[in-house]
């Protein structure tokens, strides 16, 4: 490699600092400029803020089980500004503690933060607005313009990691709704919260605002809320949701936002009828399209898929030297395939190599209440390319889940029939997103799905529901021999969960309790 190679990395979140860090591990002169703080999505307005929430609301939401355990004690009185606090804390934290910033310096790394915009001019310079103080210097080969022009940089090779944003609908009266980022700004607790759009981030928002006590209401204008997920998970949140007192509306479009004076109202259409609700505070998750609309990609020649940057299974973009990574593609829109697709864009960058892509196992977890994990293909997925056989341990038999008084959800194994080898695992419940992780890496290692019903979990625990799925797939398909597990308190056989029935016997099997 040319030591002298210079590469320019545009934007500072997971992606952009891994492709920053990877590029400059194998030799390269590299500047990462960044609009705002590196790390911002992630540690302020993202995940980290997000989850603390998520852990305050269910600490909350664990008083109503206190008399099942024999214990006795007022209710929690939420306090919205002090939780706010608290997850502003772990946010600085984790900037203070980690110090990305200084770490990418010490690594050699001319970073450039608090640029605002970025843009191209042409194919191998991009610009910056003059005026903001820590712009970095010109040390790893890249030009600055001085004084009061606009700053300047030229490279061999660019890549974009410039994130997303949360989207709004095009719809009157938009500028009402919040998204997750203003959870910051509120001071005072909603009691009646309406969130448009039922996938992830929507449901996260419900269960936060649920388990604080307010009254909440999803709208989703497809037939299934997280209709991403596999469709037994789509439905048993849905269940559990609406179990609560939650209130999910499903082919519902809402067409219009507008200020009342005891809230804010919400007009929607579902079907042929339409109708409306008030609600103290609206929050939109409909959607997080790439930020590329102040990159003047044109000028550079750059091709995309709507606001996406196009790109190839090497993170290539349509123009050879420029690489993208991370939620600017549209691909996964999750901080692990972000960091993943930041280094094997910087490496292909660097050393001209053309290693691909692979999204096959990637675990995420999501924090509703409960919480789900997923790995691999759903259901519908594998059964559409091949024989499956799926195992489903669900957690009202299994003592860990009994003993927490908490028995809502399972965890479900899909394998392929011939190969032996688990394409998919999905998990609703406590301590789901942990779970998952243990599939995933038993699908990155090659396990068969004998060698993963062999494995000796800790008893008792939720992660045992792994080795349970696993063995029911063995007996199905009749290998291993494996015996009913003493611990797993219910039988074997009968039909699916409630969204399946007997489709297609000849595609796919299934083993779990009835």
């Known amino acids: 490699m040319d030591s002298d190679l210079r590469v320019v990395v545009v934007g500072g979140g997971p ?3 891994t492709a920053a860090l990877q590029a400059r591990e194998l030799g390269a002169q590299v500047t990462l400029l960044e609009a705002g703080h590196v790390g911002d999505s992630t540690l302020n307005r993202g995940p980290a803020p997000v989850r603390t929430l998520a852990r305050a609301a269910r600490l909350a939401r664990d008083w109503s089980s206190w008399a099942e355990f024999g214990l006795a004690g007022p209710p929690p009185v939420p306090d919205l500004p002090a939780m706010i606090a608290n997850s502003e804390r772990v946010a600085r934290h984790a900037r203070e503690k980690r110090d990305v910033p200084g770490y990418l310096r010490q690594q050699g790394i001319n970073l450039a933060e608090d640029l605002g915009p970025v843009r191209f001019t042409d194919p191998v310079t991009l610009t910056a607005r003059a005026g903001n103080s820590s712009a970095g210097n010109s040390s790893a080969g890249v030009s600055r313009a001085s004084g009061h022009a606009d700053r300047t940089w030229t490279a061999d090779r660019i890549i974009l990691a410039v994130g997303g944003h949360a989207a709004r609908l095009p719809i009157p009266g938009a500028e009402l709704a919040l998204t997750y980022e203003d959870l910051p700004g509120l001071e005072t607790l909603p009691q009646r919260v309406a969130v448009i759009g039922g996938a992830d981030t929507g449901c996260q928002l419900a269960s936060i605002f649920d388990d604080l006590g307010a009254a909440v209401t999803v709208y989703e204008a497809g037939a299934t809320i997280i209709p991403a997920a596999d469709a037994d998970v789509s439905a048993e949140l849905c269940r559990a949701f609406r179990a609560r007192d939650m209130t999910v509306a499903t082919d519902t479009i809402v067409t219009a936002l507008s200020q009342q004076h005891d809230g804010i109202r919400l007009d929607y259409r579902a079907g042929e009828s339409a109708g409306s609700s008030v609600a103290d505070a609206v929050f939109m998750a409909v959607g997080w399209p790439a930020s590329t609309a102040t990159l003047d990609l044109r000028a550079a020649g750059v ?6 940057v196009t790109v ?5 973009t349509s123009v050879p030297h420029i690489f993208a990574a991370g939620d600017v593609t549209g691909h996964g829109m999750l901080v692990q395939t972000a960091r993943m697709e930041g280094r094997i864009a910087a490496k292909n960058a660097v050393l001209g190599t053309a290693d691909v892509i692979s999204y096959d196992v990637i675990p995420s977890g999501s924090f509703t209440d409960p919480e789900y994990g997923r790995v691999g293909l759903t259901e519908a997925a594998a059964a559409a390319s091949t024989e499956v056989v799926v ?16 028995t809502d959800g399972f965890c479900k194994l899909i394998a392929d029939r011939r190969s032996h080898r688990l394409v998919g695992a999905h998990v609703l419940g406590e301590y789901s997103a942990e779970t998952v992780q243990t599939v995933a890496a038993c699908m990155a290692a090659g396990l068969t799905v004998e060698h993963v019903a062999e494995l000796q979990f800790a008893f008792p625990t939720f992660t045992e529901g792994v080795s349970i799925a696993a063995q029911m797939i063995c007996r199905d398909i009749g290998i291993g021999r494996f015996p009913q597990v003493w611990s797993y308190l219910g039988a074997e056989g009968g039909k699916g969960l409630s969204s399946h029935g007997s489709d297609n016997p000849a595609r796919r099997g299934r083993a779990q309790a009835p």
């Open 15 to 17: 992606a952009g600092i």
């Open 312 to 316: 190839d299974d090497c993170l290539r």
């Open 303 to 308: 091709a995309v898929t709507g606001p996406a």
């Open 391 to 406: 195992g489903i341990a669900r957690y009202s038999e299994l003592l860990r889940p009994v003993a927490d008084g908490r």
